[in-house]
């Protein structure tokens, strides 16, 4: 579903950021507001998460919100855009973390600041309900990565915590885990290797789930792979195409719990997760150069 937007229906704008995403510092964020200024659109509210809660439909409402703006990463960006479903007016995704998939798919390979100007510049605007992943603990609308090596999480979790000895042992432990522990399977036909992969990313498209399995083959890959991992390029390293589905089923070999990650963020995964295809469930703004395109 696609409509177009009259920039002038959009008066009333908050922001949601979050303080401790590394893009977040405090010149960034003047830089941001300046830009929403210059745009027309000055913010009404800027909601600093998590210390401030994500602003729910009513809140919205009642505040006569139009656009509400995001801009962190894709834990953050989950938050604010599933809180917000069901609500009459429009989501802003601004790119304010690692991969910003999201806002890629909304504005191109652009800055933050580009896509805000686009608000102003009588570029096109369009609200659009793009594609999401669709599975039994909710929906990943950047993707969802599945296997031993959503470990690594633990590891970038470490980083972040500037802790040397954490990093180190985590590091090592990922390693292990990674090339120990029960790898996933991709039940579909004609879906990739039948002993499994380290991890399996599923990715929505607007014609499908775009499924790959990454592999290792030495300690040497799995600490490359872990590497990746921890900036979410997932494209790095070795892997399989395993092609484009509606409906995804995944298994662990031997039964067990497996590893799963949901836009970047850890969660329980059982011994089998089916992923759908389907729409979210709330419109976002999506924007184009002078030109017409998502650059």
Known sequence: ???PVDPSALRTVW??????????????????QQAFADAGKPLARVVRFP?????????LDAAGVDLLAVFAGDGTVHSVVTGAYGWGGAV???PGGTMNLLAKRMHGDVEATEAVARLGDGTALKRERPKVVHGRLGEGLSGVLAGPGAVWNDVREAMRANSIVEFVTT????????ANGPRVVCAEVDCGREDGYVAITVVPRDDGLEV???????????AGQGIALLGRNFRNGPHDELGKHERVRLLSRGGSAMGLL???????????????LAEIGVDLIATC??????T
């Open 262 to 276: 949901m836009d970047g963020e850890p969660h329980d995964g059982a011994a089998e997760e089916v992923f759908e």
């Open 92 to 94: 802003l995704v601004l």
């Open 171 to 178: 590091a090592r432990e990922a390693i292990s885990y990674s």
């Open 51 to 59: 210390d401030e809660a994500v602003p729910d439909p009513a809140a």
């Open 15 to 32: 922001l949601v950021c979050n303080p401790a995403s590394g893009s977040n510092d405090e010149a960034t964020l003047d830089a941001l």
């Open 289 to 294: 150069d002078p030109q017409g395109t998502r």
């Open 212 to 222: 790959k399995g990454f592999y290792a083959e030495s300690l040497g890959d799995y």
């Open 1 to 3: 579903m696609t409509k």
